[in-house]
């Protein structure tokens, strides 16, 4: 979507690996968010962030870290990655934590 | 814990017929939102209803919310093929959105 562009695309990484995904905005909207989308399971707010460092867990948070340093930018760290992170992960953006948000097109992430 | 729950999990219909989707959740809201995600892309926002709301018409879509029995629905009316798709409701506690597993619609040309 226009706006808001996540990298890579894709990714195949090994077990054990630290992996680092990019969300970037253009939009200069406060909020930021990482989800991961399972079959299943819907989709699932791992970290949030309402601001330049000012970030804060959702609810499958463990193993994963965030940071943003820069209002365009919110980076989500696998610290060493394992095969049940496997998943799509997607960015999404927002003016207040209340509305409509704009998602990115998503990462699609294999650990092996 | 998923705080909207789409029903049915998947809907199969023919061109030009309607579809409707329900939604339930758990907890008071301040509004509703529903997306559609086609297969492989991110999620769209269609249509917020705010709590104070019932009915809320955008094109084809029609949604209805009823807080008293903390659900919605969505309805759209005259189906094209290009609606094929997953629809997820969502509400936003304190300050993230929590979204269903959504209902998966097909519509046959």
């Known amino acids: 979507d226009a706006g808001i562009t996540q990298s890579p695309r894709h990714k195949v990484t090994e077990t054990g690996t630290p992996v680092t995904l990019r969300c970037h905005q253009t939009?200069?909207?406060?909020?930021m968010y990482w989800y991961r989308q399972d079959p299943g399971h819907g989709l699932r707010l791992i970290h949030y962030?309402?601001?330049?460092?000012?970030?804060d867990k959702g609810e499958v948070s463990d193993g994963y870290s965030v940071s943003r340093s820069k209002t365009e930018d919110f980076l989500l760290t696998l610290e060493s990655a394992t095969s049940s992170q496997t998943s799509v992960y997607f960015c999404?953006?927002?003016?207040?934590?209340?509305?409509?948000?704009?998602f990115g097109s998503g990462t699609r992430l294999t650990v092996v | 814990s998923q705080q909207g729950e789409e029903d049915p999990q998947a809907l199969s219909i023919q061109e030009g017929e309607n579809a409707t989707m329900n939604c339930s959740y758990k907890?008071?809201?301040?509004?509703l939102q529903w997306y559609r995600q086609n297969s492989g892309r991110g999620l769209v926002h269609l249509i917020l209803?705010?709590?104070?709301?019932r009915e809320k018409h955008s094109g084809r879509l029609r949604v209805t919310l009823d807080t008293s029995k903390k659900s919605s629905s969505l309805l759209i009316t005259a189906s094209r093929a290009a609606d094929t798709a997953s629809y997820f409701c969502a509400t936003p506690p304190d300050n993230d959105m929590r979204f269903g597993a959504g209902t998966r619609l097909t519509v046959k040309p």
């Open positions: 907890t008071s809201i301040n509004n």
């Open positions: 999404a953006i927002s003016e207040t934590d209340y509305y409509g948000y704009t």
């Open positions: 962030s309402y601001g330049v460092k000012d970030t």
């Open positions: 209803i705010r709590s104070n709301e």
């Open positions: 939009e200069n909207h406060r909020y």
